[in-house]
Each structure stands twice: as structure tokens, then as C-alpha cells.
């Protein structure tokens, strides 16, 4: 039920807030439903109510936020085909509760549109997501083209349910199992940028 499930993702929202919410509670509750939905114990369109409620109480909680006042610049987005951009979207919201200037220019962007949007918007990292619905070998081949088609200077980190577990890595590329990682990694970017800065006549 709509109403029922929004009452309920909004409970735990405030109860929780946003960075407990997303870590604690949306982390592990979403590949519950979509496994459901693999299994056919729930219909395609339920699992679809479910993602639109939790999208917009995150998006509703983002706008909520102070501006961005820190490097780095991050895009975040999704391959064609990839249609699923809640994994995205909690990124986003976990990074800008740390003030990191993140930006998500949608799903479904071809690799010609994310170094277009590196050049023009000055990008430190790139940030993509690929869910357990895409292959795990064609993200590789997603991952493989950006990474040569982007300056080394500019890090491309992945993740996803797609990835989890994968054998294969690529040169150059960043593989996140869980979104703590990807805080600490953010962590450690900061630290080796401040020592940079402090090292430069």
C-alpha cells in the first residue's frame, strides 16, 4: 500500500535521520525488496512504489541541507541501460552530509556525457552505480571505457550489487562493497589533498 508504505519510510526517516536511515535501515531494506521482486513475491510496479517513496523523502531531505562547501566535486550517475538510481542517489545524500560538492546528473548517461560533464564542471571524482539487474562483465567494459577516457587525475569510483563479489577489477578504478567504505574513502581523499596543499610553496 502507497500511503502505508511513505508513513512508514517517513517514521523511520525521522526517527533515524538521514545518515542513520540510509546506513541502517535503506542499505539492507532494499535488496530485501528487490530480491522479493527477483522471486516473484512482489509485482514489478510494488517494487517501483517502494523506490519512488524512498527517492523522494531522500531527495525532499537533501534539499534540506546547507550548500556544499568543501572539494571534492563529485558526479555521480548511472551507465545506459541502467535504470536504477537509488544507489546513486544515497551516495549523494551521504556525501552532501559531509559538505562534499556532489552532483548526480542523472541515470542512463553514455560515456561521451560524463567527459563532457568533467570538462565543464571541473569534476574530481567520478561516482558510478550498477545494480544487481546489470551484468556484471558489461559494467566492467562501462568502467574500462570511462577510466580510458578520463585523465588519471580525475578517480572513478563504482559500486553496486553488481559488482559485489566480482573478481575482475579494472586499473585506475575504485571498487566499493559498501557505503561506509565509500565515507572512509572520501575521508582519505581529503587527508591526501590537504597534504598536497600543505606541501606547496
Known sequence: DMHQ?????SHQLIKMGLQSFILEFLQYASPIVGDAW???EIEIHEEHIYTE???NLIRNAIGGLRAPTSTPRVLLTTPPEENHSLGVLMV???????????????PLRP???????VQKNR????????SASYPASKAIEFLEEVRFRLPMSVEIWAGGSSLRGSRRSVE???IFQDLESIRR???????????RMERRP
Not at 569534476?123 to 550498477?130: E, R, T
Request: hydrophobic share 45%; net charge negative.
Open 111 to 117: 560515456v561521451h556525457e560524463i567527459v563532457q560533464g
Open 123 to 130: 569534476i574530481d571524482i567520478v561516482a558510478l552505480s550498477f
Open 172 to 174: 585506475g578504478v575504485e
Open 53 to 55: 517513496q524512498v527517492q
Open 185 to 195: 574513502a572520501m575521508q582519505a581523499w581529503r587527508r591526501r589533498h590537504e597534504r
Open 5 to 9: 508504505i511513505r508513513d512508514y519510510l
Open 92 to 106: 549523494e545524500a551521504l556525501l552532501r552530509l559531509d559538505s562534499v560538492d556532489a552532483v548526480c546528473f542523472g
Open 38 to 40: 527477483m522471486r516473484g
